[in-house]
């Protein structure tokens, strides 16, 4: 009960404070509107393309109509294919930093096998989702001929006799994100970060107005407190982002997805990262311009790392490269890119499981720091 009581009392003191409410919601779509905009001419061809090795042993009908209609319209795609001949090598080469996204092998038995590079970038989905399009269209014509043969004929052939099996439907539903789009998500996670203010301020304000102490003294522990204070503040970003996202969506028309709760899930478990952080920092400094330095600071550096004011995928070397993932935000910016936009979820629980991990260790330490002040 005394928790509850606690995140009501953040969450109206949030929604009160106008200036920050501004911060929060309109700043962002400000951003989104402005660098969409004024980045939209050239925004496409900076994306770049997919960059896929392949190897196809395979001589059956299959084999063939997967080079057809895969291989050879690579560039319809978005997909730069390129043939190699040692599957091994090219799999060790995938594990490092590589220009290459994948690895696609077509064994004699039909087997479709797709590997993913360790550092994929934003269009990592892409040959994926593709690859998944396709057997899924010819596995449909395998369990008819299996289970209706008659059928087979109907359904391979058109009226002017030329097969279509191999068609894939799916294709026209794949996207890349326009400046618009890639800048929704960026700006967003951006705004996040900031977020770690709320945390910061929402002890330091109690601390400097004397109330924490006044509020320890009544029969509230320093757990319900604390907890309370965390969801509070949570709950509050969550709701700001939700009136962002939506904004988005259904007034400028940015492009989410199919998966919304996945990257709903994502960007709230970046929330309570920084919640956590913004928390640790009014604990471990004492003084709250000292706090706030490391939040200015440290905020645009990871969002730089995540390529959240320009694409750096394809920026720099293996360290650079090797770098950015020591950002969250980086992976959290990839789990969403990878769900909206290549139909690629597992770069999802990744993301979440590191923004909560880093959470879990910050909230042990404000835990700790918090037990050792005198209530």
């Known amino acids: 009960m005394n928790i509850a009581i606690i995140i009501i009392k953040e969450i109206k003191q949030t929604l009160r404070d106008k200036r920050s409410m501004a911060m929060m919601i309109l700043f962002p779509i400000l951003l989104i509107a402005v660098l ?3 980045l939209k001419s050239g925004f496409n061809n900076n994306i770049g393309k997919a960059e896929v090795l392949y190897s196809i042993t395979s001589n059956s009908e299959a084999a063939r109509s997967f080079k057809t209609n895969i291989i050879e319209k690579g560039k319809e795609y978005n997909i730069n294919f390129k043939k190699t001949k040692d599957i091994e090598k090219s799999k060790e080469e995938l594990g490092k930093i590589t220009k290459y996204d994948s690895l ?24 994926s989702t593709i690859v998944r399009s396709f057997a899924q269209e010819y596995n449909t014509i395998a369990n008819i001929a299996k289970e209706n043969p008659a059928k087979l004929k109907q359904v391979l052939t058109s009226g002017d006799g030329d097969s279509e099996y191999t068609k894939i439907t799916s294709i026209g539903a794949l996207k890349t994100p326009t400046s618009l789009g890639y800048y929704a998500v960026t ?8 977020g770690a203010v709320y945390g910061l301020l929402g002890i330091t304000s109690e601390r400097q107005e004397r109330t924490q102490n006044r509020i320890l003294a009544a029969p509230i522990r320093k757990y319900e407190f604390l907890a309370g204070k965390m969801l509070g503040i949570m709950l509050s970003i969550m709701l700001q982002i939700i009136i962002e996202f939506l904004v988005t969506k259904y007034i400028m028309g ?12 994502v960007l709230f478990s970046q929330i309570v990262m920084v919640v956590s952080l913004g928390i640790s920092l009014g604990f471990v400094f004492k003084n709250q311009n000292a706090a706030r330095s490391v939040i200015d600071v440290g905020t645009p550096i990871m969002v730089f790392l995540a390529g959240g ?5 394809n920026m720099g070397g293996q360290i650079f490269q090797t770098i950015r993932n020591i950002s969250p935000v980086n992976w959290t910016n990839k789990a969403i890119f990878g769900t909206v936009y290549g139909g690629d ?4 629980l990744p993301a979440v499981f590191i923004n909560m991990a880093i959470a879990a260790v910050l909230i042990i330490i404000s835990s700790i720091m918090f037990r050792k002040e005198a209530a």
Do not use: E
Not at 187 to 194: A, E, K, Q
Not at 254 to 265: M, R, S, T
Not at 309 to 313: G, K, M, R, S
């Open 36 to 38: 969409g905009a004024a």
């Open 104 to 127: 696609i092998v077509m064994s004699d038995d039909n087997k479709i096998k797709i590997y993913r590079s360790s550092d994929s970038g934003l269009l990592s989905g892409l040959s």
């Open 187 to 194: 700006m967003t996670t951006l705004i996040i970060m900031y």
């Open 254 to 265: 940015v492009y989410w997805g199919n998966a919304i709760p996945l990257v709903l899930l």
């Open 309 to 313: 004011y320009i694409q750096v995928d």
């Open 345 to 348: 979820t597992s770069k999802v």
